[in-house]
Nanobody, 122 residues
Framework: QVQLVESGGGLVQAGGSLRLSCTAS????????MAWFRQAPGKEREFVGT????????DYADSVKGRFTISRDNAKNMMYLQMNSLKPEDTAVYYC???????????????WGQGTQVTVSS
């Protein structure tokens, strides 16, 4: 059974940094394109960024481009989201997703984590 578990969320001041981790169970992790999404209170889930299965290519939402970086370590079954220059509008629950079934930004992924809260204070 595949499980994705996020960690690393917390409270940070504007301008600060956090690194989120996503740990995956299952031997197929190295074959999955992975992504991060987020959902703020009262808002729809939003695409943050994606990384292909080799780690060789990434894509980001315009709102985080230049501030956030996605990486992965297939040997450890882990994906990361390094978030720098955080803003209050980055406050949301962050989800990792894997096993893409459609366009990368569309949210059609087979596996989802439970989410980790990121709160950025002004």
């Amino acid at each position: 059974q595949v499980q994705l578990v996020e960690s690393g969320g917390g409270l940070v001041q504007a301008g600060g940094s956090l690194r989120l981790s996503c740990t995956a169970s299952g031997r197929a992790f190295s074959t999955w394109d992975m992504a991060w999404f987020r959902q703020a209170p009262g808002k729809e889930r939003e695409f943050v960024g994606t990384i292909i299965y080799t780690g060789g290519s990434t894509d980001y939402a315009d709102s985080v481009k230049g501030r956030f970086t996605i990486s992965r370590d297939n040997a450890k079954n882990m994906m990361y989201l390094q978030m720098n220059s955080l803003k209050p509008e980055d406050t949301a629950v962050y989800y990792c997703a894997g096993g893409r079934m459609g366009p990368p930004r569309a949210g059609s992924y087979r596996y989802w984590g439970q989410g980790t809260q990121v709160t950025v204070s002004s």
